[in-house]
């Protein structure tokens, strides 16, 4: 079994800062992505940022030089998504994706369950 869980969403005036957690535990034995996708209402999931384990990162053009992924070198199961200047655009549900090799041999895709990002005008 593998499990991913946010955290760290909430209301923030345009213009403004957050960050989210995301962290992975299970049976991994090696994590291979962590990346960040947002689904706004009546819109598809998008991919917003993506970090892979050789430290390369890929983001949304919409949020390049705003928002910043991190990972936690002490605990490399977890990831950080800085977002700074945020839009009101920028409002939706965050999800966290972890892409891992399991300890029985398996490569599995695992979703959190979401945290919501709110940015008032």
């Known amino acids: 079994q593998v499990q991913v869980v946010e955290s760290g969403g909430g209301l923030v005036q345009a213009g403004g800062s957050l960050r989210l957690s995301c962290v992975a535990s299970?049976?991994?034995?090696?994590?291979?992505?962590m990346g960040w996708y947002r689904r706004a209402p009546g819109k598809q999931r998008e991919l917003v940022a993506v970090?892979?384990?050789?430290?390369?990162?890929?983001y949304d053009d919409s949020v390049k030089g705003r928002f910043f992924i991190t990972r936690n070198n002490a605990n490399k199961n977890t990831v950080y998504l800085q977002m700074y200047s945020l839009k009101p655009e920028d409002s939706a549900d965050y999800y966290c994706?972890?892409?891992?090799?399991?300890?029985?041999?398996?490569?599995?895709?695992?979703w959190g369950q979401g945290t919501q990002v709110t940015v008032s005008s």
């Open positions: 994706n972890a892409n891992v090799d399991t300890d029985w041999g398996s490569r599995v895709d695992t």
């Open positions: 299970g049976r991994i034995s090696a994590i291979n992505t």
């Open positions: 970090l892979t384990s050789g430290g390369s990162t890929n």
